[in-house]
């Protein structure tokens, strides 16, 4: 060194280049940036014990230790340095926060509050979604657990539609319990409509609630969400359907079909296989009997529209049964704040749901005007001192069926609707008109006196879902909260003293 205390020129220039040439490594330990903010400090070098040149040899001396971050590096937080008291931070820490705490997330107020004091908890600090993310929950669910951290995955899941049915399901089964798996299936909301269908054995009950709900008369029988009929089954006189099925289309439609009112075949089944009734029954018909009540009673309550199908016109004990159902349908719940006083209006209390009496393989003689009026007339003297709904809703008139009626020839017009026969491509052929003499002719079909079979399941389909929704009970309910409701009348009806009153009269 000199006398000044400075470094002599060249002292380290020169072996520094030297070492260069040599292919040494002249870098630090790792962090260390000689050209940076190392010059800013104070720099001792150690001093040569003599003042004679550089020896021959290479200069070695001990690099220094450089305790200073780069730039660069200064602005970023140490993520894995431990929290101990205070951390001091350039730039706070912007918390997110859910949004029912009353402080947006990312204010400056929160990230003050969040800097400031010495964190109670430790948070995480995570990146923000790219998409917007949205928490379904029931209005009784706590604050604390909407607070929750929510996966961006879980939110839009519960967004999705639920999972579109492909066959009907068990609602209730054959030995009348009730069963749980159309939960799945429900929704949170309240547009809804809930279709049930009775009738006897044989009518085509199952073949018109597929063609109502989810299939079309050109498509295969064996691919309906309602099993119809095989052949072995018609030919041995039994029965397809048992206890209640269960479907519900993407418009939010429920549709309930259900085994046969007072069926032989379930009769026989019960006789010939020694099936052990219920202790509350004596007779195997006596328990045929109040299984189809207790169907068309639970229908009456839980159904905005309840189809009667018949094949021929008409059963007069069909409409006895339907009476006494009404008789024995258990009442409405009434709600907590009515007073007891309103329980002496039936029209006012009681729900009573829409019907109408579906003509199903009509002949072309039943849609005859005259014919057509004579049927209105009977069905309405039939149901005259009943609460269902059976009129008003439903015109055959409305769907141009017979344009030249006017829609004052039917005075007194009944929810009914004709179905023709189901009409096969081979018998197209068959009823040809003009064989020889005008070979024009022959192009066209034969006269039916009515529409095709697709078009009348057409109209009757827009017919139905345009029926009125009334509530059904004192409360808007919603598709889970119908569940729930029909769940607790099913029960209702098993247990009514009504209706075991009505069978200890049977016996």
Same mark, same amino acid.
């Given at each position: 060194? $000199?006398? $000044?205390?400075?470094?002599?020129?060249?002292?380290?220039?020169?072996?520094?280049?030297? =070492?260069?040439?040599?292919?040494? =490594?002249?870098?630090?330990?790792?962090?260390?940036?000689?050209?940076?903010?190392?010059?800013?400090?104070?720099?001792?070098?150690?001093?040569?014990?003599?003042?004679?040149?550089?020896?021959?040899?290479?200069?070695?001396?001990?690099?220094?230790?450089?305790?200073?971050?780069?730039?660069?590096?200064?602005?970023?937080?140490?993520?894995?340095?431990?929290?101990?008291?205070?951390?001091?931070?350039?730039?706070?820490?912007?918390?997110?926060?859910?949004? %029912?705490?009353?402080?947006?997330?990312?204010?400056?107020?929160?990230?003050?509050?969040?800097?400031?004091?010495?964190?109670?908890?430790?948070?995480?600090? +995570?990146?923000?979604?790219?998409?917007?993310?949205?928490?379904?929950?029931?209005?009784?669910?706590?604050?604390?657990?909407? $607070?929750?951290?929510?996966?961006?995955?879980?939110?839009?899941?519960?967004?999705?539609?639920?999972?579109?049915?492909?066959?009907?399901?068990?609602?209730?089964?054959?030995?009348?319990?009730?069963?749980?798996?159309?939960?799945?299936?429900? =929704?949170? *909301?309240?547009?809804?409509?809930?279709?049930?269908?009775?009738?006897?054995?044989?009518?085509?009950?199952?073949?018109?609630?597929?063609?109502?709900?989810?299939?079309?008369?050109?498509?295969?029988? =064996?691919?309906?969400?309602?099993?119809?009929?095989? *052949?072995?089954?018609?030919?041995?006189?039994?029965?397809?359907?048992?206890?209640?099925?269960?479907?519900?289309?993407?418009?939010?439609?429920?549709?309930?079909?259900?085994?046969?009112?007072?069926?032989?075949?379930?009769?026989?089944?019960?006789?010939?296989?020694?099936?052990?009734?219920?202790?509350?029954?004596?007779?195997?018909?006596?328990?045929?009997?109040?299984?189809?009540?207790?169907?068309?009673?639970?229908?009456?309550?839980?159904?905005?529209?309840?189809?009667?199908?018949?094949?021929?016109?008409? %059963?007069?004990?069909?409409?006895?049964?339907?009476?006494?159902?009404?008789?024995?349908?258990?009442?409405?719940?009434?709600?907590?704040?009515?007073?007891? +006083?309103?329980?002496?209006? %039936? %029209? +006012?209390?009681?729900?009573?749901?829409h019907i109408v009496f579906l003509q199903n393989k009509a002949?072309?003689?039943?849609?005859?005007?005259?014919?057509?009026?004579?049927?209105?007339?009977?069905?309405?003297?039939?149901?005259?001192?009943?609460?269902?709904? &059976?009129?008003?809703?439903?015109?055959?008139?409305?769907?141009?069926?017979?344009?030249?009626?006017?829609?004052?020839?039917?005075?007194?017009?009944?929810?009914?609707?004709?179905?023709?026969?189901?009409?096969?491509?081979?018998?197209?052929?068959?009823?040809?008109?003009?064989? +020889?003499? &005008?070979?024009?002719?022959?192009?066209?079909?034969?006269?039916?006196?009515?529409?095709a079979f697709s078009t009348m399941v057409s109209k009757l389909? $827009?017919?139905?879902?345009?029926?009125?929704?009334?509530?059904?009970?004192?409360?808007?309910?919603?598709?889970?909260?119908?569940?729930?409701?029909?769940?607790?009348?099913?029960?209702?009806?098993?247990?009514?003293?009504?209706?075991?009153?009505?069978?200890?009269?049977?016996?």
């Open positions: 060194m $000199s006398e $000044s205390g400075h470094s002599q020129p060249g002292m380290y220039g020169q072996g520094r280049r030297r =070492r260069r040439r040599r292919g040494d =490594r002249d870098v630090g330990p790792p962090g260390q940036n000689l050209s940076g903010p190392s010059r800013d400090r104070d720099y001792q070098p150690r001093e040569r014990r003599d003042g004679s040149e550089d020896p021959p040899g290479p200069l070695i001396q001990k690099t220094p230790i450089i305790l200073a971050k780069p730039p660069g590096e200064r602005a970023k937080p140490s993520q894995n340095t431990p929290v101990s008291g205070t951390p001091v931070l350039e730039k706070p820490i912007m918390l997110m926060k859910a949004r %029912d705490d009353g402080v947006k997330p990312g204010t400056p107020t929160e990230s003050a509050a969040q800097s400031s004091g010495p964190p109670s908890k430790i948070e995480r600090e +995570g990146q923000r979604p790219t998409q917007p993310v949205y928490q379904i929950q029931n209005r009784g669910m706590s604050a604390s657990a909407s $607070s929750s951290a929510l996966d961006p995955m879980v939110g839009q899941s519960k967004l999705l539609p639920p999972e579109k049915m492909k066959h009907s399901i068990k609602l209730v089964d054959d030995q009348m319990n009730w069963c749980d798996s159309a939960m799945e299936y429900l =929704r949170d *909301q309240t547009d809804m409509l809930v279709v049930g269908v009775i009738g006897l054995q044989g009518t085509g009950k199952s073949t018109i609630m597929s063609l109502l709900s989810a299939n079309t008369p050109e498509e295969d029988q =064996r691919s309906f969400v309602f099993r119809p009929q095989t *052949q072995e089954i018609k030919e041995r006189g039994g029965n397809q359907s048992t206890g209640i099925d269960f479907f519900i289309t993407q418009e939010r439609v429920i549709f309930l079909d259900t085994q046969p009112m007072l069926s032989p075949s379930i009769l026989d089944h019960l006789i010939n296989n020694d099936r052990k009734l219920p202790p509350e029954y004596n007779l195997p018909h006596t328990y045929v009997e109040m299984q189809s009540l207790q169907i068309t009673a639970f229908l009456f309550t839980v159904c905005h529209v309840v189809i009667v199908v018949q094949d021929w016109f008409t %059963d007069l004990n069909l409409y006895r049964f339907l009476q006494t159902a009404e008789m024995l349908k258990p009442s409405t719940p009434s709600a907590s704040h009515d007073s007891t +006083g309103s329980s002496g209006s %039936d %029209d +006012g209390a009681e729900y009573y749901p002949r072309r003689d039943d849609f005859c005007p005259r014919n057509l009026k004579n049927m209105h007339m009977v069905v309405d003297k039939l149901m005259a001192h009943s609460h269902l709904k &059976y009129k008003g809703t439903l015109s055959m008139l409305d769907c141009n069926v017979f344009p030249g009626l006017g829609q004052d020839y039917l005075t007194t017009e009944v929810n009914m609707f004709l179905l023709p026969v189901q009409e096969n491509d081979g018998e197209d052929n068959l009823t040809k008109a003009g064989s +020889g003499t &005008y070979p024009l002719f022959s192009l066209l079909p034969g006269y039916r006196g009515h529409p389909r $827009s017919q139905i879902l345009a029926m009125p929704r009334c509530q059904l009970s004192h409360t808007i309910l919603t598709e889970k909260n119908w569940f729930h409701y029909a769940a607790r009348i099913w029960d209702g009806v098993k247990k009514s003293s009504a209706l075991s009153e009505y069978s200890r009269l049977l016996c």
